[in-house]
């Protein structure tokens, strides 16, 4: 998918009701102590202007974010803060305090959100999956961790110059390799026919064919170890450096110099022993390592780029003239008109004009089944046109659309951290070092109580602990799941903004609900409609539907649909008047006439009671009612209601199933709120104002409950933001993106336990990876080191370390990759 290049953007938060705002379409500003405000509306600017310092100290139980990591902190419990230009700022840590102090402008400074697909933005940008904080303008290792650098943005470029290299590398080594291991093997045989055919040139041609694959195939590792050290960031590399090149070294000296040796080096026969096999065998393991380590996160990406795949590369474009002819997508403006034919994928977000079809939007919404498009429906870029053919008209393009900005968001939320991944940086910022000293432990221990020659069982037992233990897979085991989980999210219709979110997920035990387009449709329809003595039904909405013609009111669009089923035309309105609370009136081929409630209608003269109890009746089924009188005479009334989505109850169902309460707050009235909540049977508070939901939510949390609050994203915007997740509810290309920590592509309750389900496993796990990591450390470093050896004479070589130090990574890795195909 190709587009035009646009100017990058940069948001600011309302300080009031945290919104996110354009600084460029601000409704207003404000300047305190030096820093500019933005706000959404007059109102937010009117409430700081009057109370700043209470916007801008943290609330009691809020979180902030570190400005340095991103970390989430809880500014009673942080490990310090900082005033800067009248702001203060919350640290997880006093490294990220200290880094602050020295550049804050470095942090603060707004970052621009990329405005293209991902394979259209020029000048790529590389992170590690473990240290997302690194950002280079080139492949290559991470300064911390060592780890091969990923773009910043998927693409469908199926290349990797790292795994080429790796791939490379580890051929040629296991060629060379090779020969050692025969050599190793012969050891074994009698007669050792290996060892008579090279005679005293053994120890050269070990040194040989070791060194190309030590040097070459491992520089790599050599690299990245002296970097750490450099750096003083140790990691997985600095042990593989360290033992492979002391194992390798200490094989050179005995060829070059055997002479140099004492005896407590020397074996049985006098001999100093080699290890060149060792080294190379090493370096060709951990070269398999990372050759599937690379090619299995490479899938975790394969979300994204499945989602990247759906955008066609050419539109059938339809002139004014009425001829028709394909474009490339990136010539397609706003306003252009679009054929889409049947089999074809819709080019770009828009609205049907003519003709009609159903289309597949599974893709990006979760939902199997086709959805029936007419004229005024909006369509999607990227889904699948059935059988039918349809003429729309381009509302959005490149980065503006739906597809393009899950892409983006995903890609976000696959760099983010989740507070569970503390615990793996708290321990493997002391694990390096931990097993650097578990080595000398190892190497003093052998070389004093070990048996002959000690110093050569020290070594070799000091290779292995340094060999077996890997961070690497302590380090993968939070972002590989939370790559997968978002990704597999993205195709479902779940949209998660971080990692953060994703893991608080898990916890919601209660999720408060709008009730308008939340629980039900949001498009009220005409049930019914009753006629007065003397009148019709046909009259009555006639009347009514010439009145509403003029009127905005929401109800209107519910009459005026009713009356074009029935093949009504609305007569001409003259004098039309709206009461606002009680109803409009105005002249219908010269009658007097009236739409209205019970108070509109009684202060024109009419009287309900004909009608009052059938009205009565309506309004406890949750219905709205409206009166229409005639020349101050009552002709009839019509029920409208919102119809409950057909997969509330089932959504509900689910939820109920997981554990999660559901209370429905909603700015209805009380007898409407009661019906809709004993047919559901949920908890309900009516007549609330939108400032009130954000109380709700917070009364809810002070009892200890875990909040999740799903809206349309812009009048629930407090409750969303106070909310421990805010799932904002979108439906087609209207989506309220950027409202929640969670953003369901189709209003659907079911998307909701979809979500709450897909944490869990990942948290899940996360957690099977993080045990798995843990374990296989604190069981491989003692065997390695050689605990066994008294008790069962079992020493580990640090081959078979090297093997299970790869092996390790790919593992937890693998296990991630599991998430991809778990039911939710």
Not at 285 to 296: D, H, P, R, Y
Not at 709 to 722: E, F
């Amino acid at each position: 998918m190709t587009t035009s290049l646009k100017d990058q953007a940069t948001v600011e938060i309302d300080p009031v009701c945290a919104m996110k705002v354009d600084p460029a379409k601000a409704a207003a500003t404000a300047e305190f102590e030096g820093k500019d405000y933005y706000f959404c509306g007059k109102g937010c600017a009117a409430k700081f202007h009057a109370d700043p310092e209470k916007y801008l100290r943290p609330k009691p139980g809020t979180t902030v974010k570190d400005p340095v990591c991103g970390m989430t902190v809880d500014p009673a419990k942080a490990a310090g803060s900082k005033e800067y230009k009248g702001t203060t700022y919350s640290f997880c840590g006093k490294g990220c305090m200290a880094k602050f102090h020295a550049e804050p402008e470095k942090y603060l400074k707004p970052k621009a959100a990329p405005s293209l697909p991902p394979e259209a933005v020029p000048g790529m940008k590389y992170t590690c999956p473990m240290d997302p904080e690194i950002i280079r303008d080139k492949p290559g290792a991470c300064p911390k961790c060592g780890m091969a650098l990923e773009p910043m943005t998927v693409t469908l470029d199926e290349s990797n110059p790292e795994l080429d290299s790796m791939m490379r590398r580890f051929w040629i080594g296991v060629a060379l390799t090779l020969p050692l291991l025969a050599i190793m093997v012969s050891e074994l045989l009698a007669g050792q026919p290996l060892q008579h055919l090279l005679g005293g040139g053994l120890g050269w041609f070990e040194f040989a064919v070791a060194t190309p694959v030590v040097l070459w195939g491992g520089w790599p590792f050599f690299q990245r170890g002296w970097a750490s050290i450099a750096s003083r960031n140790l990691n997985m590399f600095t042990l593989i450096a360290i033992g492979s090149g002391a194992a390798y070294l200490y094989s050179v000296v005995a060829v070059v110099a055997p002479g140099v040796f004492p005896v407590s080096f020397r074996m049985a026969d006098g001999m100093v022993g080699l290890y060149f096999e060792a080294a190379a065998v090493i370096t060709v393991l951990v070269l398999l390592g990372q050759v599937l380590e690379l090619k299995a996160r490479s899938q975790t990406g394969s979300a994204i780029k499945a989602l990247l795949g759906l955008a066609p590369k050419t539109a059938r474009r339809v002139n004014a003239d009425g001829s028709e002819h394909d474009v490339d997508l990136a010539e397609v403006h706003v306003g252009d008109r679009l054929r889409v034919r049947p089999g074809e994928r819709v080019p770009t977000d828009g609205i049907v004009i003519d003709g009609a079809s159903s289309v597949d939007e599974s893709m990006v919404s979760g939902e199997p089944i086709p959805v029936q498009k007419e004229k005024d429906a909006k369509v999607i870029g990227g889904t699948i046109n059935g059988t039918g053919t349809f003429t729309m008209k381009t509302e959005r393009v490149g980065a503006d659309t739906l597809l393009a900005q899950i892409v983006k968001m995903v890609s976000e939320a696959q760099r983010t951290r989740a507070p569970i991944q503390r615990l793996a940086d708290r321990v493997a910022a002391y694990f390096v070092p931990a097993v650097l000293l578990a080595a000398a432990v190892t190497f003093a221990a052998w070389a004093i109580y070990g048996p002959a020659p000690q110093y050569a069982h020290a070594l070799v037992n000091a290779v292995a602990v340094l060999i077996i233990a890997c961070p690497c897979a302590l380090g993968l085991a939070t972002p590989m799941a939370i790559m997968v989980g978002t990704g597999r999210g993205a195709h479902e219709g779940i949209l998660f903004r971080n990692a953060e979110s994703l893991e608080t997920m898990e916890k919601v035990d209660t999720l408060v609900v709008d009730k308008t387009g939340t629980l039900t449709e949001g498009k009220p329809k005409v049930n019914s409609v009753a006629a007065a003595g003397g009148f019709d039904e046909t009259a009555v909405l006639r009347f009514a539907a010439s009145l509403e013609k003029a009127s905005e009111h929401p109800l209107a669009a519910a009459v005026l649909a009713a009356a074009r089923e029935r093949g009504l035309e609305p007569a001409a309105v003259e004098g039309f008047q709206s009461a606002t609370g009680t109803g409009i009136s105005g002249t219908v081929e010269g009658r007097s006439v009236i739409v209205g409630n019970a108070s509109g209608i009684a202060k024109s003269g009419a009287s309900i009671d004909g009608l009052r109890e059938r009205a009565e009746a309506m309004q406890r089924e949750g219905q709205t009612v409206m009166y229409v009188a005639v020349d101050g005479a009552l002709a009839g009334l019509i029920a409208v209601a919102d119809p409950i989505k057909a997969t509330t109850e089932e959504a509900l169902r689910q939820l109920r199933d997981k554990g999660v309460k559901v209370i429905m707050v909603t700015g209805d009235n009380q007898a409407t709120a009661a019906a809709v909540a004993g047919r559901l049977g949920i908890e309900f508070e009516a007549d609330v104002l939108p400032q009130r939901k954000a109380e709700i939510v917070k009364r809810l949390q002070s009892e200890g409950r875990i909040v999740a609050m799903a809206g349309d994203g812009v009048n629930d915007a407090p409750a969303l933001a106070q909310a421990n997740v805010g799932i904002a509810m979108g439906t087609g290309t209207d989506i309220a993106m950027e409202a929640g920590g969670v953003t369901l592509v189709r209003g659907d309750l079911r998307g909701v336990a979809k979500a709450h389900a897909l944490s869990r496993a990942t948290m899940r796990n996360i957690r099977q990876n993080l045990f798995f990591a843990f374990f296989y450390n604190a069981i491989g470093v003692p065997v390695a080191g050689g605990v066994l050896f008294p008790f069962l004479g079992v020493l580990l070589s640090p081959m078979i370390s090297a093997a299970a130090m790869s092996f390790s990574s790919v593992s937890v890795i693998a296990n991630s990759l599991r998430l991809r195909s778990t039911r939710i």
